[in-house]
């Protein structure tokens, strides 16, 4: 199994990159954010988890080992697949699945493309207790009301993660993260 990757990125899509390692490109599906920090021509160390059926082998790749990890377990829930848990990891942090999974909020879990009201809840009973290393209550839930409201004035998820990204992580007042998040928008 391939479990890392070194390379330099030859392409880059909205859902995968060819990672070039010594003459070989894997095709690689990542989360947005992964993709978004990707330039053509740079080099990329990614975490892989190899997913074997019979018809394909198929690599995500992640930057962090809390995101592989949050992926594997979200696989362990019964109706969650790759694609399904790659777009949780898209639209929110691994820390902030953890609190919510933790918190018991499948609201803020509904908000993946894809993930119905039945799979949250699943998703929050099988895995309650199996993420709480990875919590931060606090950083999250700024994060989440700045996503809400961004959401609300129509911004794409892109958009969005791209901009969460840049925002001043010691700042906790929402208000102040919010006119800060389309400040960088405008």
Do not use: W
Not at 4 to 18: H, N, Q, R
Not at 37 to 54: F, M, P, Q, W
Not at 150 to 156: D, K, P
């Amino acid at each position: 199994m391939i479990g890392f990757l070194s390379g330099t990125i030859k392409k880059a899509t909205e859902k995968e990159l060819i990672l070039l390692v010594n003459g070989v490109g894997y095709k690689v599906f990542c989360s947005l954010p992964t993709l978004l920090s990707s330039a053509v021509g740079n080099e990329k160390d990614l975490l892989i988890h190899t997913r074997v059926r019979e018809d394909a082998i198929t690599l995500y790749g992640f930057e962090k080992e809390n995101d592989l990890f949050v992926f594997e377990k979200l696989l362990d829930v019964s109706g969650v697949g790759p694609k399904s848990a790659l777009a949780m990891l898209s639209v929110h942090s691994a820390s902030s699945i953890a609190d919510a999974v933790e918190k018991g909020n499948a609201e803020m879990l509904s908000h993946t493309p894809g993930i119905g009201k039945k799979t949250t809840e699943k998703i929050i009973i099988e895995l309650k207790g199996k993420l709480t290393h990875l919590q931060n209550a606090s950083d999250n839930e700024s994060a989440y009301e700045v996503r809400l409201a961004l959401e609300a004035l129509g911004y794409s998820p892109r958009e969005i993660n791209e901009i969460i990204g840049k925002l001043n992580p010691k700042e906790k007042d929402t208000g102040k993260l919010i006119k800060e998040a389309l400040s960088k928008l405008k």
